[in-house]
C-alpha cells in the first residue's frame, strides 16, 4: 500500500476528530498529530488552542519541522506556554485532547513505550519510555492514539509492559479508525482502500469488521489541498519509512 | 566569591564522579552537549542523569561508559534518527539502569527538591506499570482520604544548562521554552552554566524581569558558542542533522568514538 496515500487519510482522519475551541498538545516524535492540528485549524478549527513542547500558543510557524519540538513550532506564539504547565493543565482536568502514541497497543487502548521483552529490566529491546503519556493519558479530556504501523505485533493482546492506560477515545492507524467505547474497542470505519479481511488480519486481538463497517471517508480535494499546502516537503512520510 | 567564568575543562571537573546530574533542554533543543562531550572526554563514572526528554547528551554519557542511571521519562532520537542506540544498548545489557519516569513524574520529584520536601504528590500515573516498576508510592488525602501517587524528591547535585545569554557571574537569560531548566536551577546544590554568549551585567540590570536564573544559583559559567550542537539553540542555529548522523554512526564503536570525541570540538 502507498504509503502517501495511508499518511494523508490518517492525518485527515486525526484532523476531523478535533473539535473547534478545544485545546490541544501533542509531544515528541508527533508529525502526524502536528500536521492534524495545524491542518484543522486551517479547515474547520480555527478557534483550537495548539500547544506543543517548544512552547508554542496557537503558533504560525513557516515550515513544519521534523522533530515536533523545534523551536519553529513556537514562531508567531505570543506566549510560551511551557511542557510544565501542560502537564499541570492536564493536571487540572483542562486540557481537552492529547495525541499519544505506543509501540504496542491493546484492546482497551492502553500502550507500551517502555520495553519489548519478559524482563523489563533486560528487555529484549529498550524503548524510549512513554514520555508524558502515564500522566497526561488518565488527566487530559481524551486521548487520541495514532500508530503508521498496524500489524498483530502493534495491535496485541498482551503488552509487554503498561506505560500508560487512560481515557482513551480512538486509535487512527494506516487501515481504520477505532473507536473505545465504555472500555471496549471497535472498528468504527475501515478506510476506503482497505478490505475487511485486512483489518482483522492484521490485529491481534478479534475485532468484528465485516461488508456493513463504515468506510472512512477518503480526504476531499479542499483537504489534501489544504494538507499539501501545509506540508510540501511531505514530513509526514517520515512516520513511514 | 571566586571566579565564575572559567573554561568548560574547568567547569567539567566540578562534577564529581557518582553524582547526580540533571541536564537542561530537551532532546536535541538547547541541551548542554558540549558539556555532556567534555564529561565523557573526562572519563566520569557513575553518573545519574536526570532530564524529562534526552537524545544526544544521555546517549554520548552511556556510550562513554559515564553513566549509572538514567531518570527520565523518553530518551531518544525524534522519528527520522530513531532510537537512541547507546542508551538502548548499556540498559539491554544491564549496564545502565533505566530509571524510567513519566516527563511530569522528573518534574514531580524536581519540584519536591525545588519546594523542600520529600515527596511531590501528583495527578494521574494510575493503571501505569510504572507505579510497580518504580516502587511509586501513593499517600492519603489527610482531607479526604482519596489516594494520590508520591514522587519521591530528586535532588540533582548539578543542572547543567546551555543558556542563550548569561554574565559572567551568572545571571541567565533563556529564549523560546525554558523546559525545564528553570525547575532545575531551583531544585540542583549548584548550576553550571553553559552561554551561546556572555553579555554584561548592565543588560540584566535593564530589565531585571527577563533573567531566567539569578547568579547567587550558578557556581560555573562557560562561554560556549555552539554549546548545543549538534542539536538546535533559538534563535541562533538550527539541528545540524548530518552531524547528528555522524555522531551516530561513529557513537556506538569504542574506537571511533574516542576519535569523535577528540576532534569535534577543536
Partial sequence: MDSQIQADQMTVSMARLLKDGERVFHGVSSPLPMIAILLAKKLHAPNLVYLNIAGGVNPSPERVPSSTLDPVLAQGSPSIFSLIEIFDLSARGELDTVFLGGVQVDRYGRINLSAIGKDYWRPKVRLPGGAGSAALMPTAKRTILWRTKHTPKTFIEKLDFVTAAGRVDRIVTPLCVFALREGEILVESIHPYIKPEEVIENTGFPVQVDANTPITPPPTPEELKALHALDPSNIRLIEFK | ?266
Avoid at chain 2, 102 to 122: D, K, M, N, S, W
Avoid at chain 2, 134 to 154: H, N, W
Avoid at chain 2, 223 to 233: I, Q, V
Fill in chain 2, 1 to 266: 566569591m571566586g571566579q565564575k567564568l572559567m573554561s568548560l575543562k574547568e567547569a567539567a571537573a566540578l562534577v564529581q564522579d557518582g553524582s547526580l546530574v540533571a541536564l537542561g533542554g530537551t532532546l536535541m533543543h538547547r541541551s548542554p552537549l558540549a558539556f555532556a562531550r567534555e564529561l565523557a572526554r573526562q572519563g566520569k563514572r557513575d553518573l545519574q542523569l536526570v532530564k524529562a526528554g534526552g537524545a544526544y547528551d544521555i546517549d554520548l554519557l552511556c556510550a562513554a561508559g559515564c553513566v549509572a542511571a538514567v531518570h527520565a521519562g523518553f530518551v531518544g532520537f525524534e522519528a527520522e534518527f530513531g532510537l537512541a542506540p547507546n542508551y538502548r544498548r548499556m540498559v539491554e545489557e544491564g549496564r545502565v539502569k533505566a530509571c524510567e519516569n513519566a516527563c511530569y513524574t522528573v518534574i514531580a520529584g524536581l519540584r519536591a527538591a525545588a519546594y523542600g520536601l520529600p515527596f511531590q504528590p501528583i495527578a494521574g500515573i494510575f493503571g501505569s506499570d510504572l507505579l510497580e516498576a518504580r516502587e511509586f508510592k501513593t499517600v492519603k488525602d489527610p482531607y479526604t482520604g482519596a489516594e494520590v501517587v508520591a514522587i519521591p524528591k530528586l535532588k540533582p547535585d548539578w543542572a547543567m544548562l546551555h543558556v542563550q545569554e548569561a554574565d559572567r557571574s551568572g545571571n541567565a537569560r533563556i529564549f523560546g521554552a525554558p523546559f525545564e531548566d528553570v525547575l532545575m536551577s531551583r531544585a540542583a546544590k549548584g548550576v553550571i552554566l553553559t552561554a551561546e554568549r556572555i553579555v554584561e551585567t548592565e543588560t540584566f540590570q535593564a530589565q531585571p524581569e527577563l533573567t531566567a536564573i539569578p547568579d547567587f544559583l550558578v557556581v560555573a559559567v562557560v562561554e560556549a558558542k555552539g554549546g548545543a550542537w549538534p542539536g538546535s539553540c533559538y534563535p541562533y542555529y538550527k539541528i545540524d542533522s548530518r552531524a547528528v548522523r555522524e555522531y551516530l554512526d561513529q557513537s556506538s564503536d569504542p574506537r571511533k568514538l574516542r576519535e569523535y570525541l577528540s576532534k569535534v570540538d577543536r
